[in-house]
Protein backbone atom coordinates (compact mmCIF):
# COMPACT_ATOMS: atom_id res chain seq x y z
CA UNK A 1 0.00 0.00 0.00
CA UNK A 2 1.25 3.18 -0.77
CA UNK A 3 1.17 6.01 1.72
CA UNK A 4 -1.71 6.25 3.53
CA UNK A 5 -2.01 10.11 4.28
CA UNK A 6 -1.36 10.73 0.64
CA UNK A 7 -4.34 8.57 -0.12
CA UNK A 8 -6.73 10.17 2.55
CA UNK A 9 -5.54 13.45 0.88
CA UNK A 10 -6.05 12.54 -2.81
CA UNK A 11 -9.79 11.70 -1.68
CA UNK A 12 -10.19 14.91 -0.35
CA UNK A 13 -8.93 16.68 -3.61
CA UNK A 14 -10.56 14.33 -5.82
CA UNK A 15 -14.10 14.57 -4.18
CA UNK A 16 -13.78 18.49 -3.06
CA UNK A 17 -12.86 19.23 -7.10
CA UNK A 18 -16.21 16.63 -8.07
CA UNK A 19 -18.57 18.07 -5.74
CA UNK A 20 -17.28 22.06 -6.53
CA UNK A 21 -16.16 22.51 -3.03
CA UNK A 22 -14.23 25.70 -2.67
CA UNK A 23 -10.28 25.40 -2.78
CA UNK A 24 -9.77 27.58 0.35
CA UNK A 25 -11.42 24.67 1.84
CA UNK A 26 -9.65 21.98 0.37
CA UNK A 27 -6.14 23.29 1.06
CA UNK A 28 -6.99 24.17 4.55
CA UNK A 29 -7.64 20.23 4.99
CA UNK A 30 -4.25 19.45 3.55
CA UNK A 31 -2.15 19.20 6.00
CA UNK A 32 -2.62 19.06 9.87
CA UNK A 33 -2.41 21.95 12.09
CA UNK A 34 -0.39 20.67 14.55
CA UNK A 35 1.38 17.22 15.38
CA UNK A 36 3.50 16.41 18.02
CA UNK A 37 6.07 13.33 18.28
CA UNK A 38 7.43 11.78 21.47
CA UNK A 39 10.22 8.78 22.61
CA UNK A 40 8.31 7.84 25.82
CA UNK A 41 10.66 6.34 28.26
CA UNK A 42 8.95 3.41 29.73
CA UNK A 43 10.87 1.03 32.56
CA UNK A 44 10.38 -2.43 31.82
CA UNK A 45 9.53 -5.36 34.66
CA UNK A 46 13.51 -6.59 34.14
CA UNK A 47 14.61 -3.17 35.48
CA UNK A 48 15.34 -1.82 31.72
CA UNK A 49 13.78 1.27 30.23
CA UNK A 50 12.72 1.12 26.62
CA UNK A 51 11.75 4.06 24.41
CA UNK A 52 8.27 3.79 22.29
CA UNK A 53 8.03 6.42 19.69
CA UNK A 54 4.04 8.31 20.10
CA UNK A 55 2.23 10.90 18.05
CA UNK A 56 -0.64 12.79 18.81
CA UNK A 57 -2.12 14.73 15.81
CA UNK A 58 -4.71 17.78 15.93
CA UNK A 59 -5.93 18.09 12.65
CA UNK A 60 -8.39 20.37 12.23
CA UNK A 61 -9.98 22.23 14.73
CA UNK A 62 -12.29 24.82 13.11
CA UNK A 63 -15.98 23.37 14.16
CA UNK A 64 -14.82 22.53 17.68
CA UNK A 65 -12.02 20.79 19.55
CA UNK A 66 -10.11 18.07 18.12
CA UNK A 67 -11.16 14.35 19.07
CA UNK A 68 -9.55 11.34 18.03
CA UNK A 69 -8.68 7.71 18.94
CA UNK A 70 -5.14 6.31 20.47
CA UNK A 71 -4.22 3.44 18.62
CA UNK A 72 -0.99 0.83 20.13
CA UNK A 73 -0.18 -1.30 17.12
CA UNK A 74 3.23 -2.03 15.95
CA UNK A 75 2.80 -0.70 12.61
CA UNK A 76 1.75 3.12 13.93
CA UNK A 77 3.36 5.45 11.50
CA UNK A 78 2.95 9.26 11.57
CA UNK A 79 1.16 9.02 8.29
CA UNK A 80 -1.36 6.56 9.41
CA UNK A 81 -1.82 9.16 12.45
CA UNK A 82 -2.44 11.94 10.21
CA UNK A 83 -4.56 10.92 7.48
CA UNK A 84 -7.12 8.88 10.90
CA UNK A 85 -6.77 12.38 11.94
CA UNK A 86 -8.48 13.97 8.80
CA UNK A 87 -10.83 11.13 8.65
CA UNK A 88 -11.92 12.38 12.15
CA UNK A 89 -12.37 15.81 10.94
CA UNK A 90 -14.67 14.30 8.20
CA UNK A 91 -16.60 11.87 10.40
CA UNK A 92 -17.43 14.72 13.20
CA UNK A 93 -18.88 17.22 10.18
CA UNK A 94 -20.75 14.28 8.47
CA UNK A 95 -22.26 13.29 12.14
CA UNK A 96 -22.77 16.93 13.17
CA UNK A 97 -21.45 16.82 16.41
CA UNK A 98 -19.12 20.32 17.08
CA UNK A 99 -15.63 18.41 17.03
CA UNK A 100 -12.80 18.47 14.66
CA UNK A 101 -10.46 15.81 14.17
CA UNK A 102 -7.42 14.26 15.86
CA UNK A 103 -5.94 11.25 16.60
CA UNK A 104 -2.87 9.08 18.38
CA UNK A 105 -0.75 6.39 18.57
CA UNK A 106 2.34 4.24 19.80
CA UNK A 107 4.34 1.87 18.09
CA UNK A 108 4.29 -1.00 19.95
CA UNK A 109 2.70 -4.30 20.13
CA UNK A 110 0.80 -4.34 23.48
CA UNK A 111 0.49 -7.69 23.57
CA UNK A 112 4.05 -8.01 24.28
CA UNK A 113 3.60 -6.20 28.01
CA UNK A 114 2.92 -6.97 31.12
CA UNK A 115 -0.19 -5.20 32.69
CA UNK A 116 2.55 -2.93 34.55
CA UNK A 117 4.20 -2.01 31.98
CA UNK A 118 1.28 -1.33 29.96
CA UNK A 119 0.08 1.02 32.46
CA UNK A 120 3.63 2.72 32.88
CA UNK A 121 3.77 3.24 29.05
CA UNK A 122 -0.11 4.49 29.08
CA UNK A 123 0.95 7.19 31.41
CA UNK A 124 3.76 7.95 30.01
CA UNK A 125 2.15 8.61 27.24
CA UNK A 126 -0.19 11.07 29.09
CA UNK A 127 2.94 12.85 30.51
CA UNK A 128 3.59 13.21 27.18
CA UNK A 129 0.64 14.81 25.68
CA UNK A 130 -0.63 16.48 28.46
CA UNK A 131 0.06 20.00 27.40
CA UNK A 132 -1.27 19.11 24.01
CA UNK A 133 -4.72 18.32 24.92
CA UNK A 134 -7.05 19.07 27.05
CA UNK A 135 -10.94 18.74 27.38
CA UNK A 136 -11.77 22.80 25.45
CA UNK A 137 -8.23 21.40 23.24
CA UNK A 138 -8.46 17.68 22.16
CA UNK A 139 -10.72 14.59 23.49
CA UNK A 140 -8.41 11.44 23.20
CA UNK A 141 -10.39 8.48 23.21
CA UNK A 142 -9.69 4.38 22.73
CA UNK A 143 -8.89 2.91 19.69
CA UNK A 144 -7.18 -0.40 18.19
CA UNK A 145 -5.20 -1.89 21.08
CA UNK A 146 -6.28 0.38 23.95
CA UNK A 147 -10.05 0.39 26.14
CA UNK A 148 -11.32 1.78 29.00
CA UNK A 149 -8.75 0.86 31.68
CA UNK A 150 -6.03 2.63 29.46
CA UNK A 151 -8.20 5.85 29.08
CA UNK A 152 -9.21 5.45 32.98
CA UNK A 153 -4.91 5.31 33.74
CA UNK A 154 -4.50 8.29 31.19
CA UNK A 155 -6.88 10.44 32.77
CA UNK A 156 -5.82 10.00 36.14
CA UNK A 157 -2.45 11.12 34.88
CA UNK A 158 -3.70 13.95 33.32
CA UNK A 159 -5.73 14.89 36.54
CA UNK A 160 -2.57 14.61 38.75
CA UNK A 161 -0.26 16.34 36.45
CA UNK A 162 -2.69 19.46 36.39
CA UNK A 163 -4.19 18.62 39.88
CA UNK A 164 -7.87 18.91 39.13
CA UNK A 165 -10.54 16.47 38.25
CA UNK A 166 -10.71 16.61 33.98
CA UNK A 167 -12.76 13.64 33.17
CA UNK A 168 -13.86 15.73 29.87
CA UNK A 169 -10.22 15.11 28.84
CA UNK A 170 -10.66 11.67 27.16
CA UNK A 171 -13.50 9.59 26.67
CA UNK A 172 -13.85 5.79 26.77
CA UNK A 173 -13.38 5.88 30.44
CA UNK A 174 -14.49 3.24 32.96
CA UNK A 175 -18.37 3.70 33.86
CA UNK A 176 -16.98 4.76 37.59
CA UNK A 177 -14.59 7.30 36.43
CA UNK A 178 -17.32 9.08 34.47
CA UNK A 179 -17.17 6.76 31.52
CA UNK A 180 -20.75 6.45 29.58
CA UNK A 181 -22.69 4.08 29.78
CA UNK A 182 -23.37 2.57 25.90
CA UNK A 183 -19.85 3.51 24.73
CA UNK A 184 -18.45 0.22 24.68
CA UNK A 185 -21.04 -1.12 22.36
CA UNK A 186 -21.32 2.45 20.63
CA UNK A 187 -19.05 1.71 17.02
CA UNK A 188 -20.73 -0.79 16.44
CA UNK A 189 -24.86 -0.48 17.51
CA UNK A 190 -23.85 2.78 15.48
CA UNK A 191 -22.69 0.97 12.43
CA UNK A 192 -25.73 -1.30 12.87
CA UNK A 193 -28.27 1.81 12.83
CA UNK A 194 -26.59 2.23 9.46
CA UNK A 195 -26.40 -0.67 8.03
CA UNK A 196 -30.18 -1.27 8.64
CA UNK A 197 -31.12 2.51 7.40
CA UNK A 198 -29.42 0.74 4.43
CA UNK A 199 -30.99 -1.87 3.88
CA UNK A 200 -34.28 -0.27 4.45
CA UNK A 201 -33.51 2.01 1.34
CA UNK A 202 -32.18 -1.19 -0.34
CA UNK A 203 -34.79 -3.26 0.42
CA UNK A 204 -32.70 -5.79 1.93
CA UNK A 205 -34.11 -8.38 3.73
CA UNK A 206 -31.52 -9.67 6.69
CA UNK A 207 -33.29 -13.23 7.12
CA UNK A 208 -31.47 -13.77 3.31
CA UNK A 209 -28.16 -11.74 3.81
CA UNK A 210 -25.17 -13.46 4.59
CA UNK A 211 -22.79 -11.17 6.39
CA UNK A 212 -18.58 -11.69 6.65
CA UNK A 213 -16.52 -9.81 9.50
CA UNK A 214 -12.92 -8.84 9.12
CA UNK A 215 -11.66 -7.94 12.99
CA UNK A 216 -13.67 -9.92 15.89
CA UNK A 217 -12.59 -6.99 18.65
CA UNK A 218 -14.73 -3.89 19.59
CA UNK A 219 -16.10 -3.11 16.75
CA UNK A 220 -16.73 -5.98 15.16
CA UNK A 221 -18.24 -7.94 17.38
CA UNK A 222 -20.70 -5.55 18.79
CA UNK A 223 -21.81 -5.11 14.82
CA UNK A 224 -21.78 -8.49 14.51
CA UNK A 225 -23.99 -9.47 18.03
CA UNK A 226 -26.73 -6.80 16.86
CA UNK A 227 -26.38 -7.81 13.01
CA UNK A 228 -27.14 -11.63 14.37
CA UNK A 229 -29.68 -10.66 16.32
CA UNK A 230 -31.96 -8.42 13.80
CA UNK A 231 -31.77 -11.99 11.72
CA UNK A 232 -28.75 -11.65 9.56
CA UNK A 233 -26.15 -14.34 9.53
CA UNK A 234 -22.85 -14.11 9.86
CA UNK A 235 -20.88 -16.57 7.83
CA UNK A 236 -17.49 -15.56 8.35
CA UNK A 237 -15.58 -13.62 11.24
CA UNK A 238 -11.66 -13.68 11.82
CA UNK A 239 -9.18 -11.94 13.86
CA UNK A 240 -4.98 -11.20 14.02
CA UNK A 241 -4.80 -15.03 13.87
CA UNK A 242 -6.99 -15.75 10.65
CA UNK A 243 -10.27 -16.54 10.17
CA UNK A 244 -13.35 -19.21 10.37
CA UNK A 245 -16.40 -19.86 7.66
CA UNK A 246 -20.10 -21.54 7.89
CA UNK A 247 -22.77 -21.30 5.32
CA UNK A 248 -25.11 -21.67 7.83
CA UNK A 249 -23.98 -19.37 10.06
CA UNK A 250 -22.09 -18.84 13.43
CA UNK A 251 -23.64 -18.20 17.23
CA UNK A 252 -22.08 -14.59 17.82
CA UNK A 253 -22.49 -15.06 21.45
CA UNK A 254 -20.75 -18.76 21.55
CA UNK A 255 -17.80 -17.19 19.47
CA UNK A 256 -17.17 -14.39 21.89
CA UNK A 257 -17.01 -16.16 24.64
CA UNK A 258 -14.31 -19.09 23.34
CA UNK A 259 -12.40 -15.99 22.25
CA UNK A 260 -12.80 -14.09 25.60
CA UNK A 261 -11.62 -17.48 27.16
CA UNK A 262 -8.50 -18.46 24.86
CA UNK A 263 -7.56 -14.57 23.70
CA UNK A 264 -7.95 -15.76 20.16
CA UNK A 265 -10.72 -16.67 17.50
CA UNK A 266 -8.23 -19.44 16.23
CA UNK A 267 -9.11 -21.91 19.68
CA UNK A 268 -12.41 -22.35 18.02
CA UNK A 269 -11.44 -24.33 15.30
CA UNK A 270 -8.54 -25.63 16.38
CA UNK A 271 -10.30 -27.29 19.58
CA UNK A 272 -13.39 -27.84 17.83
CA UNK A 273 -15.19 -28.40 21.05
CA UNK A 274 -17.53 -25.18 20.75
CA UNK A 275 -21.15 -27.22 20.18
CA UNK A 276 -22.61 -23.64 19.27
CA UNK A 277 -20.12 -23.52 16.04
CA UNK A 278 -21.30 -25.31 13.47
CA UNK A 279 -19.39 -26.84 10.92
CA UNK A 280 -16.73 -24.67 9.63
CA UNK A 281 -13.62 -23.99 7.77
CA UNK A 282 -10.47 -22.77 9.07
CA UNK A 283 -9.86 -19.34 6.18
CA UNK A 284 -7.32 -16.60 5.62
CA UNK A 285 -7.97 -13.06 6.56
CA UNK A 286 -7.53 -12.23 2.48
CA UNK A 287 -10.30 -15.24 1.73
CA UNK A 288 -12.86 -14.06 3.68
CA UNK A 289 -12.86 -10.56 1.58
CA UNK A 290 -13.27 -12.56 -1.24
CA UNK A 291 -16.54 -14.91 0.07
CA UNK A 292 -19.52 -15.00 -2.08
CA UNK A 293 -21.68 -12.75 0.85
CA UNK A 294 -23.85 -10.09 0.66
CA UNK A 295 -22.67 -7.51 3.07
CA UNK A 296 -18.96 -7.81 4.18
CA UNK A 297 -17.84 -5.78 6.68
CA UNK A 298 -13.95 -4.94 7.25
CA UNK A 299 -13.83 -4.23 10.84
CA UNK A 300 -9.89 -4.28 11.72
CA UNK A 301 -7.58 -2.58 10.05
CA UNK A 302 -7.06 0.16 6.77
CA UNK A 303 -5.46 -0.45 3.35
CA UNK A 304 -7.41 -4.06 3.22
CA UNK A 305 -9.34 -3.76 -0.28
CA UNK A 306 -6.97 -2.22 -2.67
CA UNK A 307 -7.00 -2.06 -6.52
CA UNK A 308 -5.12 -5.39 -6.34
CA UNK A 309 -8.45 -7.32 -4.80
CA UNK A 310 -11.48 -5.02 -5.64
CA UNK A 311 -12.24 -6.76 -8.62
CA UNK A 312 -12.64 -10.52 -6.57
CA UNK A 313 -14.72 -8.56 -3.66
CA UNK A 314 -18.19 -10.18 -4.23
CA UNK A 315 -19.86 -8.59 -1.92
CA UNK A 316 -22.91 -6.29 -2.64
CA UNK A 317 -22.83 -3.77 0.15
CA UNK A 318 -19.21 -3.05 1.98
CA UNK A 319 -19.78 -1.71 5.45
CA UNK A 320 -16.79 -0.09 6.62
CA UNK A 321 -16.77 -0.21 10.24
CA UNK A 322 -12.90 -0.27 9.96
CA UNK A 323 -11.21 3.47 9.34
CA UNK A 324 -10.19 3.15 5.72
CA UNK A 325 -10.38 -0.20 4.70
CA UNK A 326 -10.82 0.88 1.00
CA UNK A 327 -7.82 3.11 -0.22
CA UNK A 328 -8.75 5.66 -3.06
CA UNK A 329 -7.60 3.66 -5.80
CA UNK A 330 -10.37 0.89 -5.09
CA UNK A 331 -13.46 3.19 -4.89
CA UNK A 332 -13.82 3.55 -8.33
CA UNK A 333 -13.47 -0.17 -9.45
CA UNK A 334 -16.30 -1.12 -6.42
CA UNK A 335 -18.10 1.59 -8.17
CA UNK A 336 -17.94 0.18 -11.59
CA UNK A 337 -19.01 -3.20 -10.20
CA UNK A 338 -21.82 -1.34 -8.29
CA UNK A 339 -20.82 -2.65 -5.08
CA UNK A 340 -22.29 -0.03 -2.18
CA UNK A 341 -19.49 1.25 0.26
CA UNK A 342 -20.97 2.51 3.68
CA UNK A 343 -18.32 4.71 4.29
CA UNK A 344 -16.36 4.55 7.23
CA UNK A 345 -16.87 8.17 8.04
CA UNK A 346 -20.10 7.14 8.18
CA UNK A 347 -20.46 3.57 9.36
CA UNK A 348 -18.28 3.72 12.50
CA UNK A 349 -19.45 7.50 13.37
CA UNK A 350 -21.06 5.75 16.93
CA UNK A 351 -18.10 5.72 18.72
CA UNK A 352 -17.22 9.26 18.23
CA UNK A 353 -21.08 10.59 18.97
CA UNK A 354 -21.45 8.35 22.34
CA UNK A 355 -17.61 9.43 22.83
CA UNK A 356 -19.04 13.23 22.60
CA UNK A 357 -22.46 12.30 24.66
CA UNK A 358 -19.93 11.08 27.06
CA UNK A 359 -18.03 14.97 27.21
CA UNK A 360 -21.08 16.76 27.27
CA UNK A 361 -22.39 14.59 30.73
CA UNK A 362 -18.74 15.00 32.22
CA UNK A 363 -19.14 18.51 31.81
CA UNK A 364 -22.65 19.26 33.46
CA UNK A 365 -22.11 16.75 35.65
CA UNK A 366 -25.12 14.56 34.74
CA UNK A 367 -25.01 11.14 34.02
CA UNK A 368 -27.32 9.46 30.93
CA UNK A 369 -29.30 6.59 31.33
CA UNK A 370 -28.41 3.61 28.85
CA UNK A 371 -31.76 4.29 26.92
CA UNK A 372 -31.06 8.22 26.85
CA UNK A 373 -27.32 7.13 24.90
CA UNK A 374 -28.87 4.46 23.10
CA UNK A 375 -31.67 6.81 21.66
CA UNK A 376 -29.72 9.64 21.40
CA UNK A 377 -27.11 8.01 19.14
CA UNK A 378 -29.97 6.64 17.02
CA UNK A 379 -31.22 9.54 16.33
CA UNK A 380 -28.15 11.28 15.32
CA UNK A 381 -26.85 7.99 13.03
CA UNK A 382 -30.76 7.63 11.29
CA UNK A 383 -30.53 11.60 10.63
CA UNK A 384 -26.62 11.31 9.53
CA UNK A 385 -27.54 8.22 7.02
CA UNK A 386 -30.80 10.49 5.62
CA UNK A 387 -28.52 13.66 5.07
CA UNK A 388 -25.81 11.49 3.43
CA UNK A 389 -28.57 9.54 1.51
CA UNK A 390 -30.41 12.29 0.30
CA UNK A 391 -26.91 13.90 -1.58
CA UNK A 392 -26.57 10.23 -2.96
CA UNK A 393 -29.89 10.41 -4.80
CA UNK A 394 -29.96 13.95 -5.46
CA UNK A 395 -26.20 14.30 -7.14
CA UNK A 396 -26.33 10.14 -8.30
CA UNK A 397 -23.20 10.16 -6.97
CA UNK A 398 -21.88 7.46 -4.50
CA UNK A 399 -22.45 7.41 -0.53
CA UNK A 400 -18.48 8.21 0.01
CA UNK A 401 -18.55 10.90 -1.84
CA UNK A 402 -21.62 11.79 -0.17
CA UNK A 403 -21.06 11.91 3.11
CA UNK A 404 -17.35 14.09 2.23
CA UNK A 405 -19.74 16.30 0.07
CA UNK A 406 -21.82 16.87 3.22
CA UNK A 407 -18.85 16.86 5.43
CA UNK A 408 -16.83 19.23 3.53
CA UNK A 409 -19.75 21.97 3.12
CA UNK A 410 -19.98 22.00 6.94
CA UNK A 411 -16.50 22.25 7.55
CA UNK A 412 -16.70 25.48 4.74
CA UNK A 413 -19.79 26.71 6.56
CA UNK A 414 -17.38 26.96 9.32
CA UNK A 415 -14.10 28.57 7.68
CA UNK A 416 -16.83 31.04 5.46
CA UNK A 417 -18.29 32.33 9.04
CA UNK A 418 -14.45 33.89 10.00
CA UNK A 419 -14.46 34.96 6.14
CA UNK A 420 -12.63 34.02 3.09
CA UNK A 421 -10.54 35.47 0.52
CA UNK A 422 -13.79 36.50 -1.51
CA UNK A 423 -15.28 38.17 1.35
CA UNK A 424 -11.85 40.05 2.10
CA UNK A 425 -11.31 40.96 -1.22
CA UNK A 426 -15.12 42.08 -1.58
CA UNK A 427 -15.81 43.89 1.22
CA UNK A 428 -12.64 46.44 1.50
CA UNK A 429 -12.18 46.99 4.92
CA UNK A 430 -15.63 47.23 6.48
CA UNK A 431 -17.12 43.71 8.92
P1 LIG B 1 -9.91 -3.84 18.73
O1 LIG B 1 -8.51 -3.73 19.17
O2 LIG B 1 -10.96 -4.02 19.77
O3 LIG B 1 -10.07 -5.03 17.67
C1 LIG B 1 -9.30 -5.12 16.53
C2 LIG B 1 -9.59 -6.47 15.90
O4 LIG B 1 -8.89 -6.56 14.67
C3 LIG B 1 -9.15 -7.65 16.74
O5 LIG B 1 -10.09 -8.69 16.61
C4 LIG B 1 -7.83 -8.05 16.08
O6 LIG B 1 -7.49 -9.41 16.31
C5 LIG B 1 -8.15 -7.78 14.63
N1 LIG B 1 -6.97 -7.61 13.81
C6 LIG B 1 -5.80 -6.99 14.10
N2 LIG B 1 -4.95 -7.10 13.07
C7 LIG B 1 -5.61 -7.77 12.10
C8 LIG B 1 -5.27 -8.20 10.78
N3 LIG B 1 -4.06 -7.94 10.27
N4 LIG B 1 -6.20 -8.89 10.07
C9 LIG B 1 -7.42 -9.15 10.60
N5 LIG B 1 -7.79 -8.78 11.83
C10 LIG B 1 -6.89 -8.11 12.56
O7 LIG B 1 -10.18 -2.54 17.85
P2 LIG B 1 -11.56 -1.84 17.50
O8 LIG B 1 -11.75 -0.74 18.48
O9 LIG B 1 -12.61 -2.87 17.30
O10 LIG B 1 -11.19 -1.15 16.11
C11 LIG B 1 -11.30 -1.84 14.87
C12 LIG B 1 -11.42 -0.82 13.76
O11 LIG B 1 -12.54 0.02 14.02
C13 LIG B 1 -10.23 0.14 13.62
O12 LIG B 1 -10.04 0.48 12.27
C14 LIG B 1 -10.68 1.36 14.39
O13 LIG B 1 -9.98 2.53 13.97
C15 LIG B 1 -12.13 1.37 14.01
N6 LIG B 1 -12.94 2.16 14.93
C16 LIG B 1 -13.08 1.81 16.24
C17 LIG B 1 -13.83 2.62 17.07
C18 LIG B 1 -14.06 2.26 18.50
O14 LIG B 1 -14.78 3.01 19.18
N7 LIG B 1 -13.56 1.16 19.01
C19 LIG B 1 -14.45 3.76 16.57
C20 LIG B 1 -14.32 4.07 15.22
C21 LIG B 1 -13.55 3.26 14.41
Given at each position: ?????????????????????????????????????????????????????????????????????????????????????????????????????????????????????????SRAYMRAIADFVGPELDIPAPDVYTNARIMGWMADEYETIKRTKAPGVITGKPIPLGGSLGRDEATGRGAFIVIQELASARGMVPAETRVAIQGFGNAGYHVARLLQKAG????????????????????????????????????????????????????????????????????????????????????????????????????????????????????????????????????????????????????????????????????????????????????????????????????????
Open positions: MGNVFEDAIARVERIGQEAGVSSEIVSALRQPEITLTASLPVRMDDGTTRYFTAYRCRYNDVRGPAKGGIRYHPGVTLEEVQALALWMTVKCAVAGIPFGGGKGGVIVDPKQLSPLELERLYRIVAVSDSKGGIYSAEGFDVEALHQRKQETRTLEAAYCEGSVVEVADHQTISNEDLLELDVDLLIPAALEGVIRPDNAERIRAKVIAEVANGPVVSEADAILRERNVEVLPDVLTNAGGVTVSYFEWVQNRSGFPWTLEEVRSRLEEVLSRSFKDVWRIREHEKTSLRQAAYVLALRRIAEAVESQGTAEYFSNSKGSA
